[in-house]
C-alpha cells in the first residue's frame, strides 16, 4: 500500500507529524506538505507565482504553495508512482458543517479525489492537539480496515472524518453523518495600523445551526468519530425542474441570440 500524505497546517505540524508514524509501518509513506500553515485555502492553486520543493530533514517534501498545489505537484510529475491512498491531516481544529467549503485540509484531499484516488481528510475537533495520539492511532486503524476490505483498489471516493479530542478509551464508534449547517461568521474585527490604516480580520466562524441528530456536529458532541462521504458535484438537482421552465422564460423574454 502506498499512501500519499499532506495538510493545511503545514510540514512541521505536530498532527502531520503524528499521522505519518502511525501510518509509516503499515504503508509506504511520502509526505508533501505545505512549507507554511494554509488553513482555509480550500481547493486553491498558484497560477502566478512559481513552486518549489524541499526536502526537510526528516525526509518530508514542502512546498511553498496550497494543499492543493502540494496534491496536483505531487500527483502530475513529483512521484514516479499513483498512491493508493490519498490522506490530508491530522488538523488542528474540527472540519465540519460549513467548514468542508473552505478548509485546506479538505482541500488536498479533493485533489487526490478529483484525481481518481480514494482520499481521506482527518480533522480533531478542537484546536489543542489534546489526545493526538489517540487520533493518529484512530486514523491508522481505518485505513488499515479500508485496505483489508479492499476499498482502496475501487473507484475513487471522499471521506472526511473529525475525531473528538479524547483518550483512546473514551473514543466512541464510527457515525456515518451527514455535514451539518454553522450560522452565518462572526462580524468581520477593525483595527488601526501603526499607519493610521484601517486593518481587516476575518471574524469566526459561526456556532453550529445545524447539530440534529445525524450530523458530524451532533456525533462528535457525543464522543464518536464522524464520517462523511463527501462529493464534487455542486450542482442543485432538486431544483433542475423549477429552474427548467425559469430558463425556457428567461430564453423567450431574450429572443434569438
Known sequence: MKILISNDDGFQAPGIVALYEAL??????EVVAPEHNNSAKSNALTLHSPLYVHRAANGFRYVNGTPADCLHIALTGLLDYRPDLVVSGINNGANMGDDTIYSGTVGAAMEGYLFGIPSIAFSQVQRDWLHLD????????LVLQM?????????????????????????????????????????????????????????AAGAAKDDADGTDFHATAQGHIAITPLKIDLTDHDSLGYWAQTAARLAAGMGPG
Open 134 to 141: 489517540a487520533a493518529a492511532r484512530k486514523a491508522r486503524d
Open 24 to 29: 509509516k509501518d503499515v504503508a509506504e509513506v
Open 147 to 203: 485496505s483489508q476490505q479492499n476499498l482502496l483498489g475501487s473507484s475513487a471516493w471522499l471521506l472526511n472524518v473529525n475525531i473528538p479530542n479524547l483518550p483512546e478509551d473514551q473514543l466512541g464508534h464510527v457515525k456515518l453523518c451527514r455535514l451539518g449547517r454553522r450560522h452565518a461568521a462572526e462580524p468581520v474585527i477593525t483595527q488601526l495600523s501603526p499607519r493610521n490604516e484601517t486593518m481587516y480580520w476575518i471574524g
